[in-house]
């Protein structure tokens, strides 16, 4: 089955019961973010009766790697290839009316984004934020559409600030701006999980992610025309807001707590002017809390699948990878290989480190190793590596400026080779081992 709306997936995940429904009235400062971090990792969560709010708010829809499969419909196991298979073969999209369109059944050019329920997530938040919005631009010299997610800062009734690190998006605003003219944006909110995954993709300039739902879908994307910009967006999105990014304007954004687990700082940042916004007749409100399981994978999903393929090709035997969650899903990634031959651990460190400037430490293991299980790797690192030998250090290369371990992104890089060495005496690393371990249940033995 494919789900191309956000209620659709909803109620799929509410029959497996990992949706819960909170009845209790919460309010949209911390509360909300609280109890949805209780719930990171185990269940997606509905709030109904939140304070202020005319709409029920969503929040850990893809939390895990299981409801990622799920909703991609394959194992866990082939997530990443599925995804890399989309990328390299994207799918259609198609334009429906707006008769058709469930995002028109509601439209206003008088905008109050307070009547959205942006909640405050962390206590040192600049405001609320709107946080899972599916942003969509055109490149104004090639008229190629992007789709990105930024983080908007709720600054007034039809003003967002937003941050716009150096990718597509930044590209096309600059060239707006230099010829002093808006950049037209539109931002959905309330998708399906493929939707929100496609839009994540590593991709070259030029590429329209939107191609990639429609290849994960299996099925083309239903667009529909935004009311007052030349923009499609997604038909069966919950909320569509439209507007411009200002040229020349800045304004106080931020801080913000971040997936590093820290906050961004306040400085002055582009805002959008809100045209006009659009819904079904009974929206439900999607936010994604910083740095929980569902903003750490949205992220990770699109990079393991784009390093996987990276690593392939300097070690044709590598079996998988894993940008953990302590490295917040971008800085620690675990490699486990098939090794055949001596220093094709080290290769993979060198693969893994070029291919993004984010990852800071890489450990690689043999594929005996659960690369999921934080126990099983340290004990890889424990018994399978000595620092003189094992471990590497380059230091001063390009990181993340939002690691605040690093010297303006200037951060250290080190490779951890775990691997046996392939001419250890027979015998010296043999897993201990109960015969019959692997088949008994506990239920069986206990009362
Ligand atoms: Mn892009």
Redesign the pocket.
Known sequence: MTFTSLRHWLSEIEKRGLLKQVNRRVSLKYELAAVGKKADGRYALRFNNVEKATMPVVTGILGSRELIALAMGVTREKVLDHFARAQANPGQCVLVSADDAPVKEKVTHRVDLGSLPAPIHHEKDGGPYLTAGVLVAKDPVTGVR???IHRLQVLGPNRLGILILP??LFQFFRAAEAAGRPLEVAVAIGLDPLLLLASQAL?P?G?D?FTIAGALYGRPLELVKCETVDLEVPARAEIVLEGRLLPGVREMEGPFGEYPKYYGPASPRPVVEVTAMSSCRDPIYHTIIPATMEHLLLGAIPRESGLLQIIRNAVPNVVNVHLTPGGGCRYHVVVSIDKQNEGEAKNAIFAALSSSQEIKHVVVVDKDVDIFNSVDVEWAVATRCQAGRDVFIIERALGNRLDPSSDDGLSDKMGIDATIPLNAESGRFEKIRIPGEDAIKLEDYIE
């Open positions: 992007n789709v990105s990718r597509h991709t300039p590429c992610e």
